[in-house]
T-cell receptor, first 109, second 115 residues
Framework: RKEVEQDPGPFNVPEGATVAFNCTYSNSASQSFFWYRQDCRKEPKLLMSVYSSGNEDGRFTAQLNRASQYISLLIRDSKLSDSATYLCVGYSSASKIIFGSGTRLSIRP | NAGVTQTPKFRVLKTGQSMTLLCAQDMNHEYMYWYRQDPGMGLRLIHYSVGEGTTAKGEVPDGYNVSRLKKQNFLLGLESAAPSQTSVYFC??????????????FGNGTRLTVT
């Protein structure tokens, strides 16, 4: 089992919709998680950090569910510019940074 | 601030040739990383460094060497390139403090093709 797993998608939703996707992790001792956004052929960029009970930043909400060992990303009122690949990142038991393979999101007009 | 800068941006090598990828950061970050990204595989850690003069192996280190002679630079070397090393290479750095609480800052990437 991969240490960090994501649904690869693609998620194809209309502009203005709410979309959510999850990331599961296998190391119950993991403390820190992040969501990164990656545009086609570009470098990943930090979208949100996810600490303890999660956090919100504008249209984006990240949640951490320790009991079920997953984190989620919710995007409200989606924009065309939200189209990208979203990478879930967690820390393994060896304090190594583990990236999920990414979830592709496509927002259609 | 330039952040994290990678050179070159593109390179084509023939099998057996060698090259060095340079990563430079001006944020005084302690930790630096080299990743490769292949379609459907996500980012995989090649080597990393927790400080000047130290390096460690990541998930896929074979065929690569690294050096961190100066805090701001992290070099990735391919001694004898193979087609399997065709990939996009990203360098990243993270600030001092607890490594598991510090997000990564990425360079723009180097697209390497080995024929």
């Amino acid at each position: 089992r991969k240490e960090v797993e994501q649904d690869p998608g693609p998620f194809n939703v209309p502009e203005g919709a709410t979309v959510a996707f999850n990331c599961t992790y296998s190391n119950s001792a993991s403390q820190s998680f992040f969501w990164y956004r990656q545009d086609c052929r570009k470098e990943p960029k930090l979208l949100m950090s996810v600490y303890s009970s999660g956090n919100e930043d504008g249209r984006f909400t990240a949640q951490l569910n320790r009991a079920s060992q997953y984190i989620s990303l919710l995007i409200r009122d989606s924009k065309l510019s939200d189209s990208a690949t979203y990478l879930c990142v967690g820390y393994s038991s060896a304090s190594k940074i583990i990236f999920g393979s990414g979830t592709r999101l496509s927002i259609r007009p | 601030n330039a952040g994290v800068t990678q050179t070159p941006k593109f390179r084509v090598l023939k099998t057996g040739q060698s090259m060095t990828l340079l990563c430079a950061q001006d944020m005084n970050h302690e930790y630096m990383y080299w990743y490769r990204q292949d379609p459907g595989m996500g980012l995989r850690l090649i080597h990393y460094s927790v400080g000047e003069g130290t390096t460690a192996k990541g998930e896929v280190p074979d065929g690569y060497n690294v050096s961190r002679l100066k805090k701001q630079n992290f070099l990735l070397g391919l001694e004898s390139a193979a087609p399997s090393q065709t990939s996009v290479y990203f360098c990243a750095s993270s600030p001092p403090g607890r490594r598991d609480n510090s997000p990564l800052h990425f360079g723009n990437g180097t697209r390497l093709t080995v024929t």
